[in-house]
T-cell receptor, first 112, second 112 residues
């Protein structure tokens, strides 16, 4: 089944403790992206990747890192999480950058 | 950053009624997409539009790409309880790479 898989689905952590949210897609998509969803603010792009080893900042990249060493994986790294990064995070992928996005089921992160 | 104005923010309708929502912007878009998000899940693509004036249907859903390239609407005919959810428009700006801009969503509630 074609899908975008994120892990974990839920995560509670403390300020400053490094964490990684994994994202994997099995559709051989070139383009991958991370979004955060917050009440009243909608979906905002954090980082995106046009292909392996090619990443770029979205609208809200501060406090996040990504890597794209392989085509299928696009992990989101929070080196030193803070409470304002409490949010619902979505990974998405598409065939190319102007193709419709396929979303994962989300990771709900709480930073205390 | 760029914004899409999506309206209405929420709708509470009777089963069987038709629904209409729209997105507008001051910028020109190459692509308009409509997504639906159910609770606890990621957005799922409903309709993709690529040409100004394009009118596309998907079952009871119909969406149009505005002639000016600055707006789009989504209609749902004869609503049913499973139409409940949050509907998002998303657009890709002309000349941009990688970033889909999302509206803030329309929350649809359907009364049986």
């Amino acid at each position: 089944e074609a899908q975008v898989t994120q892990n974990p689905r839920y995560l509670i952590t403390v300020t400053g403790k490094k964490l990684t949210v994994t994202c994997s897609q099995n559709m051989n998509h070139e383009y991958m992206s991370w979004y955060r969803q917050d009440p009243g603010l909608g979906l905002r792009q954090i980082y995106y990747s046009m292909n392996v080893e090619v990443t770029d900042k979205g609208d809200v990249p501060e406090g996040y890192k990504v890597s794209r060493k392989e085509k299928r994986n696009f992990p989101l790294i929070l080196e030193s999480p803070s409470p304002n990064q409490t949010s619902l995070y979505f990974c998405a992928s598409s065939f190319r950058d102007n193709s419709p996005l396929h979303f994962g089921n989300g990771t709900r992160l709480t930073v205390t | 950053g760029q914004q899409l104005n999506q309206s209405p923010q929420s709708m509470f309708i009777q089963e069987g009624e038709d629904v209409s929502m729209n997105c507008t912007s001051s910028s020109i878009f190459n692509t308009w997409l409509w997504y639906k998000q159910d609770p606890g899940e990621g957005p799922v693509l409903l309709i993709a539009l690529y040409k100004a004036g394009e009118l596309t249907s998907n079952g009871r859903l119909t969406a149009q790409f505005g002639i000016t390239r600055k707006d789009s609407f989504l209609n749902i005919s004869a609503s049913i309880p499973s139409d409940v959810g949050i509907y998002f428009c998303a657009g890709q700006l002309r000349g941009s790479q990688g970033n889909l801009i999302f509206g803030k969503g329309t929350k649809l509630s359907v009364k049986p």
